[in-house]
């Protein structure tokens, strides 16, 4: 009897959270666009993200074309960090966003640190759309991406980052999954 209303409520909890997920993800933020297809939706330089008070240029995010065909990938992904990293919010900005566009491995430490600083939740935001940019651009076998997504989701300190989190976590292992199938299935 008490195992049968362990699972119950078990149950429940999980279709409770299941709707919140679903909710949040329907709600139309103050921009006018789903809350979670800025998470969900590939960046590109040139492209324009709206923020939720801003609009920002991808290609003026990565420095525009004229300054990236002349700077080093090592040098743009020095600069990207250490602007995430900076006083400046517009400079932050902008290097969360370019983060998406460098290795990886470097951008992983920085969008991990951004997303458990406990800053403003629209740059926790654009570190999980540069989270979901990477994944689909370079992949996550190793799963570093869906790692920094679970800290997100069960230590962040906003709460709609922490469901964008888990929207954005589940997209990247549905992707995973469907990657990992294929091999098999052909």
């Known amino acids: 009897m008490i195992l049968s209303t ?24 103050s921009v006018g666009q789903e809350s979670t297809s800025k998470f969900l939706a590939p960046s590109r ?17 990565m420095g525009g074309k004229e300054n990236s065909s002349r700077a080093s990938p090592a040098d743009t992904a020095t600069r990207l960090i250490a602007d995430a990293m900076s006083d400046d919010p517009k400079a932050r900005t902008a290097a969360i966003i370019g983060l998406a566009e ?20 629209e ?25 920094v997504l679970r800290q997100a989701v069960y230590h962040g300190n906003h709460e709609d980052v922490m469901l964008a989190a888990q ?19 052909q």
Not at 6 to 17: E, K, N, P
Not at 45 to 61: I, N
Not at 167 to 185: F, N, Y
Request: charged fraction near 20%.
């Open 123 to 147: 740059e926790q935001q654009l570190a999980l759309h540069a989270l979901r940019t990477l994944a689909q651009d370079q992949d996550d076998a190793d799963g570093g991406i869906r790692e």
């Open 45 to 61: 330089p040139g492209s324009r993200l709206a923020t939720g008070s801003e609009t920002v240029d991808t290609a003026a995010s």
């Open 6 to 29: 362990r699972r119950s409520w078990a149950l429940a909890t999980v279709l409770a959270l299941g709707c919140i997920v679903v909710l949040h993800s329907a709600r139309i933020d």
């Open 102 to 121: 460098i290795p990886k491995s470097q951008a992983l430490p920085v969008l991990h640190r951004v997303l458990v600083s406990g800053g403003p939740a």
């Open 167 to 185: 929207v954005v976590l589940d997209s990247v292992d549905g992707d995973q999954s469907a990657r990992s199938a294929k091999p098999a299935a």
